[in-house]
């Protein structure tokens, strides 16, 4: 069931953002727009008081429990971002906004947009690990939490890996765009 109920709120998620961006812009009913948008956040209020209620009426922890504490937390840690990327998107295309902004793809600006995404996945990381814990000290029984505690486990070790593989790989070498230095430590002389 809470499987089913995390595929309905992401199903939710998608389907509020897109009515509240159809109503701003296509619609020209900026409030209606605002209040979708705005009801976005209900959807994962939905979904961590489920979850605690199963977990409070005596249920073992699963999988869902922890794919759902992981699903609050980055949505927490990513929804805004994701809301604005998107009514960027949406505001160029029909209703003649500035072209959307593009993340950086070369050089340290490119590290420092990958430090700030990794920022906002370990605030992602750190609200699942929250509600994670929360869980756990609910349940009250170890046998019956085992699976939270895996989860912590589980997104600490993918946090581990995004740092490795992201922010600390384009600081230590950074991405030159192809066929010329970027403009780092080089001066050309004529």
């Known amino acids: 069931m809470l499987v089913g109920l995390i595929v309905a709120c992401e199903v939710a998620f998608w389907v509020l953002l897109a009515a509240g961006l159809i109503a ?4 020209r009913r900026p409030r209606l727009g605002a209040a979708l948008l705005l009801a976005v956040p209900v959807v994962d209020l939905v979904l961590l008081v489920a979850t605690m209620i199963d977990l409070r009426a005596g249920g073992t922890a699963t999988f869902a429990h922890g794919l759902a504490a992981a699903y609050l937390g980055f949505s927490v840690a990513f929804g805004h971002g994701l809301v604005r990327w998107t009514d960027e998107r949406f505001a160029y295309r029909f209703a003649g906004g ?15 947009h990958e430090w700030r995404e990794w920022g906002k ?3 992602g990381w750190a609200i699942a690990c929250a509600v994670l814990l929360a869980g756990i000290a609910l349940v009250g ?5 085992q699976e939270l505690w895996a989860w912590l486990a589980r997104l ?21 765009p192809p066929g010329g230095s970027g403009g780092v430590g080089i001066v050309e002389r004529s």
Not at 24 to 27: D, Q
């Open 141 to 145: 029984d170890a046998d019956r939490s």
């Open 121 to 123: 996945g370990m605030l």
């Open 156 to 176: 600490s070790l993918a946090m581990g890996a995004w740092l490795v593989f992201w922010p600390l790989a384009d600081t230590v070498f950074p991405k030159r």
């Open 24 to 27: 701003r812009y296509p619609l």
């Open 98 to 112: 500035p072209p959307p902004r593009r993340a950086p793809r070369y050089g340290m600006a490119r590290a420092r």
